[in-house]
């Protein structure tokens, strides 16, 4: 929570401080908008911190804190039009955009930011790990639109198996985290748990990382987030030949749609990915549609009554645990 309150300005820090001390579990983003009340998103919907109306001097003082008085250090970020700060907090940008021969080159005059807040939630992928082994990990896809989850769900797959659990020992694991959102490193150290046998990768571009990290850490799984360029899946497809599982994220809400997007077609037409984990928009994060094979089976319906392989509970809570995060 502190690294939140340390980016805004005094005014702003002590009427939003009372409000994230009480609610702060629930808390998802805060949208700022110059001359507006600040928007404050929940699980269970959102609303308007009327008293809260952020000034430029304000929205001034949030990016410097960004910056650390340096716009030039977050020269990448902005043209990506988000910065990621620690804690794995990611923090969208809009505005004015400078192009040079149609190629966006950085945002200026910045009116509205969005700070998503990144949360650790450990358990959360338990219910479903079983699912993703076959005496081996299956090379597992996790789809979903925006703020379904992909992101909390695959930092706690990377915890468990890291780890290890009753079925599966732990094992040599490699995080690409381009967006430093997994690990929330700082200095390149994780913030968060990513498991006893996990190496990462931090802000580095996905592609090259990935060869990187099977060329110096020979890991047994890559774990990466938010795939989807040509570049991804080309190195996606050199890391299956060098023997290395993966398990990594993608923005959609189908696979019929994913099946549509020209980059993506060598994944599914090598029938690369065993495992498709489809999470929907609801009013909670993490709400699982299903979980399909390659055959576009879903394997939660064949298996819905089978015990929760990694704890105690019996098949009752394993259904109720499978819509969750």
């Not at 959102?46 to 990016?63: C, G, N, R, T």
């Not at 192009?99 to 992928?125: C, L, M, P, Q, Y």
Request: charged share 25%.
């Amino acid at each position: 929570m502190e690294e939140i309150l340390r980016l805004f300005s005094s005014n702003i820090k002590s009427g939003l401080a009372e409000v994230l001390q009480k609610r702060w579990t629930s808390l998802q983003e805060i949208r700022i908008r110059i001359f507006r009340p600040i928007e404050l998103v929940f699980d269970n919907g959102y609303e308007w911190a009327e008293s809260l109306i952020p000034l430029k001097e304000d929205s001034l003082f949030l990016l410097n804190q960004l910056s650390q008085f340096s716009l030039y250090r977050l020269e990448d970020e902005l043209r990506e039009g988000f910065i990621t700060i620690e804690g794995g907090h990611r923090i969208g940008l809009s505005g004015k955009v400078n192009t040079n021969d149609g190629t966006v080159k950085a945002i200026k005059h910045i009116s509205s930011f969005n700070i998503r807040i990144a949360k650790e939630k450990r358990g959360t992928a338990e219910s479903i790990v079983p699912e993703l082994y076959e005496k081996e990990y299956l090379n597992t896809l996790i789809v979903g639109p925006p703020q379904t989850g992909k992101t909390t769900m695959l930092r706690d797959i990377t915890r468990i198996v890291s780890s290890g659990w009753s079925k599966a020992p732990a094992k040599k694991t490699a995080v690409i985290d381009e967006r430093s959102e997994l690990g929330g490193s700082i200095d390149g150290i994780p913030q968060h748990n990513l498991g006893l046998r996990t190496d990462v990768m931090d802000a580095c571009p996905k592609a090259e990382g990935m060869m990187m990290m099977i060329r110096s850490m020979s890991p047994e799984v890559l774990v990466v987030d938010e795939i989807g360029s040509s570049k991804d899946v080309q190195a996606l497809m050199e890391a299956l030949h060098a023997g290395v599982r993966i398990i990594c994220s993608i923005h959609g809400d189908s696979l019929g749609h994913l099946k549509k997007r020209p980059s993506l077609e060598p994944l599914f037409r090598g029938q690369v990915f065993q495992r498709f984990v489809i999470l929907e928009r609801n009013q909670f994060p993490g709400q699982i549609r299903g979980i399909f094979n390659e055959h576009g089976e879903n394997v939660l319906k064949k298996q819905r009554c089978k015990q929760n392989e990694m704890g105690r509970s019996n098949s009752a809570a394993l259904r109720h645990n499978m819509g969750r995060l």
